[in-house]
């Protein structure tokens, strides 16, 4: 069925109404399409009915789309044929998007990746690790454009010459955080995609961010969770891929480390795929998605041990561990102190080079390199 322009409008005022976020299948249940909201009709609850014959309500919406025009943005209705078809497909799918810069979404297949605000050192190198030869194989990664992890995403995609897109809790209008307006602008300039299910005014409100992530795990078939504390965004959204059917993928962390209590909750409970390499992401997924990805020549099988330490506390612990030896816990504690680092940040260290299959643990809380 093909929307009309009185449609369009009916859709950006069912946007404005709060009340109506999320119930676009509903709202077509009771009238059809949406030009239909500007008449009187039973069907609408009586609660909603005075609230849709306000001049004002429209009067809105016709400044939002010619506020939306001037400014470049698309309107992109449920209706529209670029409509992306994974999220038409959930249970609450937006009833417009607002977007800026590249649209339609490209073909290419997409990995949401979602995170801690306060992503450790881990979690930025564990973004790295995984997502870079993700990138190069040609996998487009969505997020929230929040700081930490889904910052590190976004960044890394713009590195690499990757595509990537943003899923906004407020309007276009804003920038939020006020620190991320670079790179805002470095995504768009990169070919990448800013949308939102709010008007471009709305402003960034705790309960938007909730109801927002259902958009960044309906996009894709699947949700990447790197670092998560036990109340999260992240772990938000990996609820939302679950009840929509979608793969969720966490990282395993430190048992010491509150950003990994919820990546290790989600692994435990037997809710999410253990993710250690970017293989594991592949595996995850159905077949399809990564049909056309360009490997192995443009990516190379890295293995973790090639991979490296990440970071100047990992080169001190591989340099303290010898070569056809072992080493326990106390002494690489006592040359930690000498050296000035965090006991902590050590065995943060310890796992990530476990991790990345650097180094093995042996029985009696003893570290050696791996052969």
């Not at 937006?94 to 649209?103: A, D, E, F, K």
Request: proline share 9%.
């Amino acid at each position: 069925m093909t929307w009309t322009d009185e449609d369009v409008l009916g859709a950006v005022a069912a946007a404005l109404l709060p009340e109506l976020r999320g119930r676009t299948h509903e709202v077509l249940r009771w009238v059809g399409r949406p030009a239909e909201l500007m008449r009187p009709s039973a069907a609408i609850p009586l609660g909603l009915q005075a609230r849709l014959r306000e001049a004002s309500l429209w009067a809105s919406a016709e400044r939002c789309l010619r506020d939306s025009v001037r400014r470049g943005y698309r309107v992109v209705p449920v209706a529209d044929p670029t409509y992306p078809p994974l999220l038409k497909a959930i249970e609450s799918p937006p009833i417009v998007l607002w977007t800026q810069g590249r649209w339609p979404l490209p073909e290419a297949p997409l990995l949401a990746v979602v995170g801690s605000r306060r992503a450790t050192v881990y979690g930025k190198n564990v973004v790295r690790f995984l997502l870079e030869p993700l990138i190069a194989a040609g996998v487009g990664v969505v997020s929230g454009m929040a700081v930490g992890v889904d910052a590190a995403a976004h960044q890394l995609c713009i590195e690499k010459g990757g595509y990537t897109a943003a899923v906004l809790g407020h309007g276009l209008n804003v920038t939020y955080p006020r620190e991320h307006r670079t790179l805002r602008e470095r995504l768009l300039q990169a070919g990448g995609t800013l949308l939102s299910e709010y008007p471009p005014d709305t402003p960034p409100r705790p309960e938007l961010f909730p109801i927002r992530n259902r958009v960044i795990s309906g996009l894709t078939p699947g949700v990447l969770v790197v670092e998560a504390p036990p109340r999260s965004g992240a772990l938000n959204t990996a609820r939302w891929a679950l009840d929509q059917g979608r793969e969720v993928m966490a990282v395993p962390g430190s048992v010491f480390q509150e950003t990994s209590l919820g990546t290790n909750y989600l692994i435990q409970q037997g809710l999410a795929h253990m993710v250690l390499h970017w293989r594991d992401v592949v595996r995850s997924l159905p077949a399809a998605w990564s049909q056309g990805l360009r490997w192995p020549e443009t990516t190379p099988a890295l293995t973790a041990t090639e991979a490296g330490p990440a970071d100047e506390v990992q080169r001190r612990l591989l340099a303290w561990l010898p070569a056809d030896g072992d080493v326990g816990i106390e002494q690489l504690l006592e040359q930690a102190r000498q050296a000035g680092i965090d006991p902590e940040r050590l065995y943060e260290a310890l796992f990530e080079l476990e991790l990345r299959g650097a180094i093995i643990s042996l029985p009696g809380r003893r570290y050696a390199r791996r052969a």
